[in-house]
């Protein structure tokens, strides 16, 4: 936990991981709504993730360059501003039906998310002792689960209408039936976005109205620069978040798709049930902060992605609620991933946290790439489950990054230093 001075800031920050985490997990729900309502293919509608990741990954280096020059207050500032302003598009967006018009809005919301995420995650490491910085990140990123484990909830309860009609249906429909029907689905969305602006806009007052304090990264300033990948274990850390990202965005982007295709559950169940597997997200965030008093975050890490690769063995070989229940169940052996993996990446580079932070968040990304991977594969298989091998591939990746990448490398004169100080380096 963070020193008492930090205390107020690290507990008013922890609520910026709740925002984001609700945004990113409203996806799974507003993917197969969208599909409904704008009358998409498993492809077009999974431009919902690529709006949104696309994002941070155009937003990232200009948020890092903006942090840099200003401060951490400001940086979420701006953040939650266009945060508030993406939500609130939905509006208009409803009202036009118009797919694009949608999309603009969750850009606009990811770009505000950037912000947050990029100020947040690197700010949270160094309130408090460098030692604990993966344990800390961990408890903060909980706040993440739980706003992971209600947008689905609250997303099935207030989104779906509960109307499902079937391909035949709808075209038996009337022009004006079928414009009536799309319409009203759309509207839907109203409400929610409409609360979810309000709600940050008075978190945006709570900043305005507090003062943080801005804390001194170890060593001098430096430019935003490439040269910072000279650090390996920051390069392996990119590869691997962008991996999980990926992973983890398709899991759960298409789980109820999923879950209609191998068990045919209605969408409204599946949304509830996706809502409960996040609830094992946010419960595994809690219970890998205290694992980490005993487990080294690295190994847990590992242990946790070989898991995964398990239960997706089975979301791959299964048909009924045996398969669905395997996919259900990955979120918990996720919930570490992300903050451990940032923590082990920007580990030790001072100045340098904040560059390294906004690559790490621009490998975000693969919350876009890995479902259109996915949405692809459905469509030119006509299989949702076989799609479901392309998450199973990226927690082998990070199974990697667990066992070798993370590791911190030495040059020869840093190595020889130390041997010259009688100290042996060892870095897991």
């Not at 595994?284 to 008093?293: L, P």
């Not at 992605?305 to 048909?319: E, R």
């Not at 918990?332 to 920007?346: E, Q, V």
Request: aromatic content about 16%.
């Amino acid at each position: 936990m963070p020193k008492n001075n930090f205390l107020v800031p690290f507990i008013l920050v922890c609520s910026l991981f709740f925002l984001w985490a609700f945004l990113h997990n409203l996806n799974p729900i507003l993917i197969p709504h969208l599909k409904k309502a704008c009358q998409l293919s498993d492809t077009q509608s999974s431009f919902i993730d690529i709006a949104i990741y696309l994002a941070y990954f155009t937003i990232a280096i200009p948020a890092g360059l903006f942090v840099q020059k200003y401060n951490y207050k400001k940086g979420i500032l701006f953040g939650l501003s266009l945060y508030a302003f993406g939500a609130l598009l939905f509006i208009p967006a409803a009202m036009v039906r118009e797919y694009y018009f949608f999309l603009v809005a969750l850009f606009i919301m990811g770009s505000g998310a950037t912000f947050l995420e990029t100020v947040a995650n690197p700010y949270v490491t160094v309130l408090g002792s460098r030692d604990t910085s993966e344990q800390r990140l961990n408890f903060a990123q909980s706040f993440n689960g739980l706003g992971a484990m209600l947008a689905p909830i609250i997303g099935s309860k207030f989104i779906f209408s509960g109307i499902e009609h079937s391909s035949d249906e709808l075209h038996k429909m009337s022009a004006a039936d079928l414009t009536s029907y799309l319409n009203f689905e759309a509207s839907t969305v109203k409400a929610p976005y409409l609360v979810m602006g309000l709600v940050v806009v008075f978190v945006t007052i709570l900043f305005v109205l507090t003062k943080l304090p801005e804390v001194t990264d170890e060593g001098h300033s430096t430019k935003f620069s490439l040269s910072v990948f000279k650090n390996s274990h920051l390069k392996w850390a990119v590869i691997a978040e962008f991996c999980y990202v990926g992973a983890q965005v398709g899991v759960g982007s298409f789980f109820i798709r999923y879950s209609k295709f191998v068990a045919d559950f209605p969408e409204q169940q599946s949304g509830y049930l996706w809502g409960t597997a996040l609830g094992g997200f946010m419960v595994g965030r809690f219970a890998g902060t205290f694992f980490m008093r005993y487990i080294k975050p690295a190994k847990l890490l590992s242990l946790y992605a070989v898991i995964n690769i398990l239960l997706l063995v089975v979301a791959l070989t299964f048909k009924g609620s045996v398969a669905v229940y395997a996919a259900a169940v990955t979120p918990f052996f996720m919930s570490i991933m992300f903050p451990t993996i940032f923590a082990l990446g920007i580990k030790d580079l001072g100045a340098e946290a904040k560059i390294g932070s906004s690559f790490l968040i621009m490998s975000i990304i693969g919350g876009a790439c890995i479902p259109v991977i996915m949405a692809y594969i459905s469509d030119m298989t006509g299989s949702m489950q076989n799609a479901y091998i392309v998450p199973l591939l990226c927690f082998a990746v990070i199974l990697y990054f667990g066992l070798k990448g993370h590791q911190i490398k030495m040059s020869n004169q840093e190595y020889a230093g130390l041997q010259n100080d009688g100290k042996v380096p060892v870095f897991e």
